[in-house]
């Protein structure tokens, strides 16, 4: 058996690097899919905690709490501290991800805002105006701002748990809703439910915003001084009026997101190498250092912040604000309370259509050029599952409400949050029961992804297998002495031989910090390219990784009898150099800093390279080309005149 049969033979299903190449959408998603559960827990917890012993959860929540600087001091109840000290850390967060989404994600691409803005919108009028239905006219209607927000955490943990099957792309719309959902709730916060506001420290507050870009446009980026101007911020918006969780938002919006650059991993990496010769505290102080600059500090925050965010202050969040006493007598004057019913009918009818009418109206007044990434049974399904609003407007019930009417309101949040999840589990398994083909359509749609590669595949130009006019291209940027790599091959040659409608793309981008003899392995299969044995080459010395130095490179070339002499002046030329630095070009066009990376059909695959997650990725990729070639084919049959459909059909 040879060395590369054996790889696949003895290759696990997930491979090491599985673990450390996630996206950050994909790493976003599961901690707010994992801390569902324990934001699900709190809400029992407190539940239970009121009905058990109602004095005591107000006894605790209600303690003051005080900070003394000098003559200052804040005293605050410990709810406050939660709902506007420790959800501006929430806050922060949603700003980082929102701020990664326009650098980086589905809204790089600015006209792709259109859809999920109008959708964010429409999703927050829509349930307000069911709310001012019932309440128009009564004292009640000031508290309109409860019935609008989603509650990310909750909608997507949930999301995952009763409509797993959903395409991730419905999980990245509808955080990208979420998005402007929570920037436009706390603008309502900001002005509708603040106290008189006091010009002075407001303005103080802004001047210390201002001082946060001033320093990050200096390179002042340390954590300690963002600290301070963010603390001195929230106190200042604190004592103008206005809750100083936007000082949260706004601080996160600040803080830019980018790729790692292939400059600055170069330079880490010889940094790391420096340490290895000489470890000293000092080179590693300055290896650590040069590790976190090749991440950008949105992401490095992100890391940081995310899981504190995520599982400890929005359930604590919760425990502080999700309980209400409950017996039958509350029950039945609560669900004829119109803001019971208001946030009720408000979640559960006005979310979904105020989202599924927005993204059908855009995509009409746009003749198809705006549509939502998904079909219209997942854009149904997350409709239905942003009727889940937890976090924002518990907060916003607190502010509007009192006593009873603030009981009022806490029910219908959490009745909506139940029965979105049952709508949403309905249509789920109602789409489950389509035919196949109109299903993927209800699920995936026909919009068009964005394509991250910025250099397009050149049949005449690339390595190819595969059929030419394949529906489905994979493409690999990668190393031939990368291990990675060589853990991958076996899974490219099991999809390969799936169904014969997949073809595989081959670009050069060697490592040279990392593996010196990447790019004379490279050079060497582009002379074997030179006659005709690209790809056996290729094989040879991804199964041989540890043995490239140019005897075995020789070796390799006369056991598949190339031309020796010709090889060998190809080599000593470095003929296949100009069209390796081609390839590294286009990666550093298309953001690419590091190897394995896959494109499929134009798009970055991010995430494990295992054979279940690419088969995946290709299965969704062969049915998105199937839909779109199903439209095709009656938009030129209609096009045809009747002869031509006659010779066609014969």
Same mark, same amino acid.
Request: charged fraction near 20%; aromatic fraction near 8%.
């Given at each position: ?307 504190? *965010?995520?599982?400890?202050? @929005?359930?604590?969040? %919760? =425990? $502080?604000?999700? #309980?209400?006493?409950?017996?039958? +007598? /509350?029950? &039945? ?35 198809? *050029?705006?549509?939502?990434? @998904?079909?219209?049974? %997942? =854009? $149904?399904?997350? #409709?239905?599952?942003?009727?889940? +609003? /937890?976090? &924002? ?258």
């Amino acid at each position: 058996m040879s060395t590369r049969d054996t790889t696949a033979a003895t290759a696990p299903a997930r491979t090491a690097w599985t673990r450390h190449l996630d996206t950050p959408l994909r790493a976003f998603l599961r901690t707010e899919t994992a801390s569902a559960a324990l934001l699900l827990a709190a809400t029992l917890a407190a539940l239970a905690w009121v009905n058990l012993d109602a004095s005591s959860y107000d006894r605790v929540w209600q303690t003051t709490l005080t900070l003394r600087l000098g003559g200052s001091e804040l005293a605050e109840s410990l709810r406050y501290w939660v709902n506007s000290g420790l959800m501006t850390f929430f806050f922060f967060v949603i700003g980082l991800e929102a701020r990664r989404e326009f650098d980086m994600g589905e809204l790089r691409q600015r006209r792709r805002v259109t859809v999920p803005l109008a959708a964010g919108i429409a999703g927050m009028v829509v349930p307000v105006s069911i709310f001012l239905a019932f309440n128009l006219g009564r004292p009640s209607a000031h508290g309109w701002g409860v019935a609008m927000s989603t509650d990310t955490a909750f909608a997507l943990g949930m999301l995952a748990l009763v409509g797993p099957r959903f395409p991730d792309r419905l999980r990245a719309f509808m955080l990208t809703v979420a998005v402007v959902d929570d920037m436009l709730s706390l603008v309502v916060i900001a002005t509708a439910y603040s106290h008189a506001l006091a010009l002075v420290p407001l303005l103080v507050g802004l001047g210390f915003l201002a001082l946060v870009v001033v320093a990050a446009r200096l390179g002042l980026r340390g954590g300690l001084i963002c600290l301070l101007l963010g603390i001195a911020a929230w106190t200042a918006f604190m004592r103008s009026g206005i809750d100083p969780i936007v000082v949260g938002l706004a601080m996160g919006l600040l803080v830019y997101a980018s790729p790692a650059a292939r400059a600055d991993l170069e330079r880490a990496s010889d940094l790391f190498k420096l340490f290895r010769e000489q470890p000293t505290p000092e080179l590693a102080r300055t290896a650590s250092a040069g590790l976190e600059s090749a991440i950008s500090p949105n992401e490095r925050l992100q890391e940081r912040f995310h899981p504190w *965010a995520s599982y400890l202050i @929005v359930p604590l969040f %919760a =425990l $502080a604000n999700a #309980g209400i006493a409950i017996n039958g +007598g /509350f029950l &039945v004057h609560a669900y004829g309370s119109p803001i019971t019913l208001g946030i009720l009918l408000g979640y559960l009818l006005g979310k979904p259509a105020g989202i599924v009418a927005a993204s059908s109206l855009v995509r009409t007044l746009s003749r198809g *050029a705006l549509r939502p990434p @998904v079909g219209w049974a %997942a =854009l $149904a399904g997350g #409709g239905t599952i942003a009727g889940i +609003g /937890f976090t &924002v407007s518990l907060l916003i019930a607190s502010l509007a409400f009192r006593g009873g009417a603030l009981d009022e309101a806490k029910l219908g949040v959490l009745s909506a949050a139940l029965c979105a999840s049952g709508a949403t589990w309905l249509i789920f398994r109602a789409t489950g029961l389509l035919p196949a083909r109109l299903r993927i359509r209800a699920l995936l749609g026909s919009s068009e992804t964005l394509i991250d590669l910025a250099v397009a595949v050149d049949p005449d130009r690339d390595h190819i297998r595969g059929p030419a006019q394949a529906p489905v291209t994979l493409l690999e940027y990668g190393d031939l002495e990368c291990p990675y790599c060589g853990q991958a091959e076996p899974t490219i040659r099991t999809l390969l031989a799936d169904r014969g409608d997949l073809r595989y793309v081959w670009r050069h981008l060697p490592l040279r910090d990392v593996h010196p003899a990447a790019e004379q392995a490279a050079e060497a299969s582009e002379a074997a390219g030179n006659q005709g044995k690209f790809w056996e080459m290729h094989d040879l010395l991804l199964a041989h990784q540890s043995s490239l130095r140019l005897p075995d490179l020789k070796g390799y070339a006369s056991e598949l009898d190339l031309d020796p002499d010709r090889f060998a002046d190809d080599m000593r030329r470095h003929a296949g150099a100009g069209r390796i630095a081609e390839d590294v070009d286009s990666a550093d066009l298309s953001g690419v800093s590091g190897t394995p990376t896959f494109f499929i059909n134009g798009r970055r695959h991010n995430g494990a390279y295992d054979i279940d997650s690419l088969t995946r990725a290709v299965r969704i990729a062969r049915a998105r080309a199937a839909v779109a070639s199903s439209e095709a084919l009656p938009r030129r049959g209609a096009r045809r005149p009747r002869s031509a459909r006659g010779r066609a059909g014969r």
